[in-house]
């Protein structure tokens, strides 16, 4: 499917693996709404949805820079009307925000719970719901979430954030059924290996030598959204997946260190069983 002229709307793009799909879309000629909650410059995080923006449009796409938190419907709903306000049409939706809260469920009080539902699984549903009747105006289109396929043995310790991101692949899997007719595609991703966020670094979730750069994830999408939405809905797949079948070979590029290629990683993020397997 040929991209140029196409409007995407992409949530947590101010930075990260959004900011990357946001870039990667805007060289091929999309329209980006870049969708985050970082309007202003973080004292700790780098990025805002207007440089993001501007960064868009140096490549020579139009871009939207649109305040969202996810965790508010009203911002979900205003945000897709100022897309189609401004674009006229919506084929491309992305939910990349996230939350994250790694704890069993003894150290998982409810507000903490309330956050990564809302944030995952919730976000992803209200993404859909008001964004549905805007891709079926365009003819079909893509709704794509980053989030796992289903591994329930990782859940111990993580129950809480892994029940989040399953609702989203979940989301994807029934809206891929329920708008087939409709050609719109929907589909989940997640990387196989870590990869290099604000994520990863404020959490100290390995070093550089086990993570790839976020660009990596945003070719897959892209990849992902340059198929066909009647052919290609309703999978959870892995971003190697992906462009392993595109004929990728040499991942050599994606590395942050340039000697050293990522473990593979299961759903919880620990190495595989059977010892420690790489990417390349």
């Given at each position: 499917m040929a991209l140029?002229?196409?409007?995407?709307?992409?949530?947590?793009?101010?930075?990260?693996?959004?900011k990357a799909i946001a870039l990667a879309l805007a060289k091929?000629?999309?329209?980006?709404?870049?969708?985050?909650?970082?309007?202003?410059?973080?004292?700790?995080?780098?990025?805002?949805?207007?440089?993001?923006?501007?960064?868009?449009?140096?490549?020579?796409?139009?871009a939207l820079a649109a305040p969202m938190n996810v965790r508010e419907e009203m911002q979900i709903e205003a945000g897709i009307d100022k897309t189609v306000s401004r674009f006229g049409r919506l084929d491309i939706v992305v939910h990349n925000a996230g939350a994250l809260w790694w704890k069993p469920i003894l150290d998982t009080p409810p507000n903490k719970?309330?956050?990564?539902?809302?944030?995952?699984?919730?976000?992803?549903?209200?993404?859909?719901?008001?964004?549905?009747?805007?891709?079926?105006?365009?003819?079909?289109?893509?709704?794509?979430?980053?989030?796992?396929?289903?591994?329930?043995?990782?859940?111990?310790g993580k129950s809480a954030y892994l029940l989040?991101?399953?609702?989203?692949?979940?989301?994807?899997?029934?809206?891929?059924?329920?708008h087939r007719p409709d050609r719109i595609a929907a589909n989940a991703l997640w990387p196989e290996t870590a990869v290099e966020t604000s994520a990863t670094i404020?959490?100290?979730?390995?070093?550089?030598?086990?993570?790839?750069?976020?660009?990596?994830?945003?070719?897959?999408?892209?990849?992902?959204?340059?198929?066909?939405?009647?052919?290609?809905?309703?999978?959870?797949?892995g971003v190697l997946e992906v462009l392993r079948a595109e004929g990728v070979t040499d991942f050599t590029r994606y590395r942050c260190?340039?000697?050293?290629?990522?473990?593979?990683?299961?759903?919880?993020?620990?190495?595989?069983?059977g010892g420690p397997e790489r990417a390349g």
């Open positions: 140029k002229g196409k409007v995407a709307l992409i949530t947590g793009a101010s930075r990260g693996i959004g091929e000629g999309v329209h980006v709404v870049v969708a985050a909650k970082t309007v202003e410059p973080h004292p700790t995080l780098p990025g805002t949805i207007h440089e993001t923006a501007a960064a868009c449009a140096a490549l020579g796409a139009e719970f309330d956050l990564v539902m809302d944030v995952n699984a919730r976000a992803a549903h209200t993404l859909a719901h008001y964004a549905i009747p805007h891709l079926k105006a365009a003819g079909g289109g893509h709704f794509l979430v980053l989030s796992p396929p289903f591994h329930p043995e990782a859940l111990p989040s991101k399953f609702g989203m692949t979940m989301t994807a899997m029934a809206l891929a059924e329920e404020v959490f100290g979730l390995g070093d550089p030598s086990m993570w790839y750069k976020p660009e990596i994830v945003a070719d897959a999408a892209v990849a992902i959204f340059k198929k066909d939405p009647s052919e290609f809905t309703g999978h959870a797949v260190d340039p000697d050293s290629e990522p473990p593979i990683l299961d759903v919880a993020m620990l190495p595989r069983a």
